[in-house]
């Protein structure tokens, strides 16, 4: 099982709002494909899948405020 | 263009300094330059651009923002401005013929935000106008107690979109009046402005010059040649527009879901569209369900109903 977890895109950031999820529980996607944006700082982040996986469950609500390192997702590997 | 001020500043994030080139834009649509911006965003891949523009009144909301907890659409209504979604976090601005918007493309640098790498520049150039200003709150310009520039940005690979406002003549009654007062009564996840005392700039200069002047200043401070959009990227842009920023679907529909109870009333809405409402007085306004959430639209399902007005009120104000 792979965990998606709310990624510091900077140092000194303690969370970030997790605004969209542009994937459904149930999803195959890509490495690189964007699964999520989020907003820090009034800024735009995309997160990308870092391996092609299964979504299996989405840990968060959009509008939510996570704390870096907190898992949002869980996938399964479709890497071989 | 005239180099004979050009400052030093650069927005490069690596060691060597990258010519920036200015795009000419001079369209008043506020849905072609935020289309513009995402087209320089994911088509322009290197290089660095500058994009100066100005807006027919209008209100442009963050990405993730509830336009209806932001924004009084009645103003707006009164003012003839338009609600536009861009494509950057933060809270909701206004734009009119005296605001100079400033959008920069450039390759991202190693931390985001980088507010102080692009506000820099700015204040510099302000201060060779003769205005102290300083950055503050993460990503605004102040001069004294006053904010004249809100900035935000969006990451997309290896490129960054930084933007903001430059509040030089504009119309602060109305800017005051369509925001700046979050309704309180409305329930929603989403990101909530931050508001402050603004100020034009235009008042604190040494030498009085108009918006125009202003805008070459900059231009001629920071640019080092100039880019007009050929006639098929005009067409893709307006085409983003079309689809995107022209759209109720963009602008209002992604509101996030929310709930309102004032004066008696109370209202669910998702996706900008009214799912229930009811009111204390036992008023049927049930006919309201399925409407857009908007004055006009909302006064054409209550023509002949003599309680519209207040229902608007209580919905919009």
């Known amino acids: 099982m792979i965990d998606v977890k709310m990624p510091s895109l900077k140092e000194g950031m303690e969370s970030g709002i997790l605004c969209e999820w542009t994937i459904d529980a149930g999803d195959n996607v890509k490495r690189g494909d964007v699964i999520a944006e989020i907003e820090v700082d009034k800024v735009i982040n995309r997160i990308e899948a870092a391996y092609d996986m299964k979504i299996v469950e989405l840990c968060a609500e959009e509008g939510d405020e996570v704390k870096v390192g907190t898992i949002i997702a869980r996938a399964e590997s479709n890497e071989h | ?317």
């Open chain 2, 1 to 317: 263009m005239n180099h004979s001020i050009r400052s030093t500043a650069s927005f490069s994030a690596s060691a060597t300094p990258t010519d920036m080139r200015l795009v000419l834009n001079d369209s008043r649509d506020p849905a072609f330059s935020l289309s513009a911006e995402e087209y320089l965003l994911t088509e322009k891949t290197d290089g660095e651009w500058l994009m100066l523009w100005r807006s027919a009144p209008s209100v442009i909301i963050g990405k993730f923002q509830n336009v209806y907890a932001e924004v009084s659409l009645t103003e707006c209504e009164r003012f003839s401005a338009g609600v536009y979604r861009r494509n950057s976090g933060g809270g909701c601005v206004y734009h009119d013929m005296g605001n100079l918007n400033y959008t920069i493309i450039a390759d991202r640098g190693e931390e985001s935000p980088e507010y102080e790498r692009f506000l820099s520049p700015i204040v510099a150039f302000l201060a060779s106008l003769g205005i102290n200003a300083e950055i503050r709150d993460k990503s605004a310009i102040f001069a004294g107690n006053k904010k004249i520039s809100g900035n935000a940005e969006s990451v997309v690979g290896g490129r960054v979109m930084h933007h903001g406002t430059l509040l030089f003549d504009a119309d602060l009654s109305a800017l005051g009046r369509i925001t700046g007062h979050a309704r309180e009564k409305i329930k929603s996840k989403s990101i909530p402005s931050n508001p402050s005392p603004v100020a034009n700039i235009r008042p604190m200069l040494d030498d009085d010059m108009p918006i125009e002047r202003f805008a070459d200043s900059i231009a001629n401070a920071l640019c080092d040649g100039e880019y007009r959009f050929t006639a098929d990227e005009t067409a893709e842009i307006n085409s983003l527009a079309d689809r995107k920023y022209r759209t109720w679907e963009w602008n209002y529909g992604r509101s996030p879901a929310f709930t309102l109870d004032a004066g008696g009333l109370a209202l669910s809405a998702r996706h900008g569209m009214i799912e229930s409402i009811t009111t204390d007085g036992g008023a049927d306004i049930s006919a309201l369900v399925g409407c857009r959430l908007t004055p006009s639209d909302v006064r054409e399902r209550l023509s002949d109903r003599a309680c519209a007005d207040e229902i608007i009120k209580l919905i919009f104000d």
